[in-house]
Structure formats: C-alpha cells, structure tokens
C-alpha cells in the first residue's frame, strides 16, 4: 500500500492530502529514516511514525507560529481577523495562542476545519479582502496569508479593520509583488535581490497607509521548490 494512504488510515488523519504534506515537511519514518515519496510502497509490519505533526488545520499555521516565536507576539484574550482564511491554519494557531475571537475571511466559500467552526469562537466571512464591510468590528490583532493579488491592494483595508494600537503580520510573497518577468517558468522568485526589492516595495506602501513597521522574518519552508517567503509584522498607532 501506498504510504500516504497508509498513514492516512493508520493514524486516522483527516484526508490523503494531509498525510502527503505530512510527508512533504518530513514528518513520517519509516525505520528511523525520513520518507521523501507519497507513493513509497509500505506493509503492515513497517515500522512507521509521524513527528512533529501538532494537528494543525492546515500547515499554513506552522508559519504563522514562526512569527510568534520571532516576533513574541500576544493575543491571548483577543479578537482577531485572519484574512485569507482558506482551511483555518493561521486561526487554529489564533486559537491555540489564546484569541477571544477570530473573524475568518476569504473570498471563496468557507473551507474552515470543522472544529475551528465548532470551537464558538469563529466567524466565517466570505468578503473581498479588498472591499471589507465598513460596519466590521475592530480587531486587536490581524494576521494574512493571502495569494495571486498584491499585498498593496489590501493593506489599506486591513489598516481599517485594525484598532489603533493594533498589530498586524501579514504574509509577504514575492512572486504576487513583482513582474512576471521576475519568475521563473515553474512560477519561482530566485534572485535574492528582487525578493528584497518586492520586500522593501511592501514595506514602502504599508508605511504610506500609515503602518508602522516593527520586524522582519522569512517564513519557514516546509517544501522543497518553494518561494521564500517572508513574514511583514506592523502596528498602527495609537494616535492616527
């Protein structure tokens, strides 16, 4: 039997595509040794363990999990917003921080794990991060992990639904802030020189919306051939 399949029944995990990403990040053993391939053939006597797997909704959360380590963010006992919700894993990472509250938000229909949806403490908004209801409730911290458009399009909104004094980390990806000239054929920023342009270009243009910047990080990589990404953390004043 296939690995994926057979981690996916063996340990009960939610769906075949988890069990790949789980073996994508190299979280499954088999014999003491990594696994590399979805399609290893395995048996029912192999000797096979997953590590590092904490459950996540989706792995998504593992990067926002670096930015609380880097940054030593709190939100425990506060209402958030993730934009760009998709399968919840920045809001299940809210949660297990502590959060009072998340507002999800995505423009496609809600894809949310049920367990964050049951949790009492979520609200699914599908809404263009770009045009967000004026009459949302404020948030003390905003998180975002959005694709395919500029962050440019959005920070201005997020700015909006923030508090003042409130903060912000917001997921930076290179290859949706430059040309297409930049990228590679398979879609890759490789020129280290313009992942820190598209950076700086980000920065410029959350400052003149009236963000203040507070730290930079890159994102963990979890698979290979992967754009490096970067993690952006703002603040907007008290007074502005």
């Not at 000239?181 to 313009?194: N, R």
Request: proline residues 2%; charged residues 30%; glycine residues 6%.
């Amino acid at each position: 039997m296939r690995i994926d399949k057979y981690i996916q029944d063996k340990f009960n995990l939610k769906s075949r595509t988890y069990a790949e990403n789980l073996i994508k990040t190299g979280s499954v053993l088999l014999r003491g040794k990594v696994v590399t391939k979805s399609s290893l053939d395995v048996g029912e006597n192999d000797d096979i363990e997953i590590v590092n797997d904490e459950n996540y909704a989706s792995q998504g959360a593992y990067k926002l999990e670096k930015a609380f380590d880097d940054f030593s963010l709190d939100v425990n006992g506060k209402n958030c917003a993730d934009i760009g919700c998709s399968n919840g894993g920045f809001t299940d990472c809210l949660l297990r921080h502590g959060a009072k509250h998340v507002l999800a938000v995505d423009v496609a229909d809600c894809a949310l794990d049920s367990k964050l949806l049951e949790s009492g403490k979520v609200d699914f908004l599908k809404a263009n991060a770009r045009e967000l209801p004026k009459n949302l409730e404020k948030v003390d911290f905003l998180c975002s992990d959005v694709s395919f458009i500029s962050l440019k399009y959005v920070l201005q909104s997020m700015f909006d639904l923030l508090k003042n004094g409130g903060e912000a980390v917001v997921l930076v990806k290179p290859q949706f802030e430059l040309d297409k000239s930049a990228l590679t054929k398979s879609g890759i920023v490789t020129d280290e020189k313009l992942r820190k342009r598209a950076v700086e270009s980000v920065k410029s243009y959350a400052i003149s919306v009236g963000f203040e910047i507070l730290d930079l990080s890159i994102s963990p990589i979890r698979y290979e051939n992967k754009n490096v990404e970067y993690l952006l953390y703002l603040k907007k004043p008290f007074y502005c």
